[in-house]
């Protein structure tokens, strides 16, 4: 596989290693300079890639991730924050070439939010307990509540009717935690998922990238989870 890889940061490092530690060539690795509106991603310079890989600041991605899909490639997103232009990017998608963005790659945190609906589906059923997220990430993470915790969050209020509240907490060098507690009267039920490093991303990613070659159209981390065809 040939890919490009579109920001510089821990975790486009941690990408561009998983990429050669898998025998794939990095074609391209493309960082902030000189890449002010995505003036950097070129059809030149994208020349010959068969995916991308961003991972950059909410500031910057939309336009990235524009860039990339107008040049075909089939786009695999890491970056928070961007909610309000996901629709105008998967519109591009499904003309130009293929968008997966995730708030989060691990499969374990995937498989989290499949126990904590069947969980909230359940409680749902029993008023007297209530629900509550714990957002726990590194005090350098730019955005608050996480993404993941706000995809959670969705997901049991639109498969559980369940309203979850989010704390967060940004602090130390922690990777990422979320806690979800069912708290009632006399008992409680707590799930939690922990990253002990962030390359479980990284790995998530470029597995995700794998998946997109040579697809059209938009996907979710589900998609390639369960490896759906199409």
Not at 40 to 55: K, Y
Not at 167 to 177: E, K
Request: hydrophobic residues 45%; negative net charge.
């Amino acid at each position: 596989m040939r890919a490009v890889v579109v920001g510089t940061g821990r975790m486009g490092t941690l990408v561009k290693a998983e990429l050669e530690a898998r025998g794939h060539e990095v074609t391209a690795w493309i960082g902030e300079d000189g890449n002010a509106d995505g003036a950097a991603l070129t059809p030149e310079r994208l020349r010959g890639a068969e995916v991308a890989i961003e991972f950059t600041v909410p500031s910057s991605a939309p336009r990235n991730i524009e860039r990339l899909l107008e040049a075909g490639l089939a786009v695999v997103s890491g970056t928070t924050g961007i909610a309000e232009a996901l629709p105008r990017l998967e519109h591009a998608a499904r003309r130009y070439g293929a968008l997966l963005h995730a708030t989060n790659f691990s499969v374990g945190l995937h498989l989290m939010r499949q126990a904590a609906a069947l969980l909230a589906r359940g409680f749902a059923r029993h008023p007297e307990f209530e629900a509550h997220l714990v957002d726990l990430h590194h005090a350098a993470k730019l955005d608050a509540p996480s993404g993941s915790a706000l995809t959670l969050a969705k997901q049991l209020r639109e498969e559980a009717s369940v309203e979850v509240p989010i704390t967060s907490i940004r602090t130390g060098h922690v990777p990422g935690t979320h806690t979800l507690s069912f708290e009632g009267p006399h008992e409680s039920v707590t799930l939690a998922h922990a990253v002990r490093d962030r390359a479980v991303f990284a790995a998530g990613a470029v597995t995700a990238a794998e998946w997109m070659r040579g697809r059209h159209g938009v996907f979710r981390l589900d998609d390639v989870l369960a490896g759906r065809e199409g």
